[in-house]
């Protein structure tokens, strides 16, 4: 069973930073690409970030471009997301998604068939 546990959201003042982890459980980790995603208080959920199964390539939204780094750990069975310059406007619940078949990231919700519950992030101005 494929489970993702996401972690280090919190509560962080404009221009800071924030680290999010994503804990995978099973053998799919290492050959499945990661994303995160993150949906706004009446906002639909959007792509922010994703990473390819060996690291190699990444994939990210114009909007967090040069601010956000998304990397991963494969002896830990984990992905980050580095949030610098944090924006008000980066307030959302943070996901993170597993797609366990193709191997490089894509920003579509629909090629990720596993998500985790969630972490809050809240960036105050």
């Known amino acids: 069973q494929v489970q993702l546990v996401e972690s280090g959201g919190g509560l962080a003042q404009a221009g800071g930073s924030l680290r999010l982890s994503c804990a995978a459980s099973?053998?799919?980790?290492?050959?499945?690409?990661m994303a995160w995603f993150r949906q706004a208080p009446g906002k639909e959920r959007e792509f922010v970030a994703g990473?390819?199964?060996?690291?190699?390539?990444?994939l990210y939204a114009d909007s967090v471009k040069g601010r956000f780094t998304i990397s991963r750990d494969n002896a830990k069975n984990t992905v980050y997301l580095r949030m610098n310059n944090l924006k008000p406007e980066d307030t959302a619940v943070y996901y993170c998604?597993?797609?366990?078949?193709?191997?490089?990231?894509?920003?579509?919700?629909?090629?990720?068939?596993?998500w985790g519950q969630g972490t809050q992030v809240t960036v105050s101005s």
């Open positions: 990473i390819s199964s060996n690291g190699g390539s990444t």
């Open positions: 099973g053998r799919f980790f290492s050959a499945s690409a």
């Open positions: 998604a597993a797609d366990l078949q193709f191997g490089v990231p894509s920003n579509y919700e629909r090629d990720y068939p596993y």
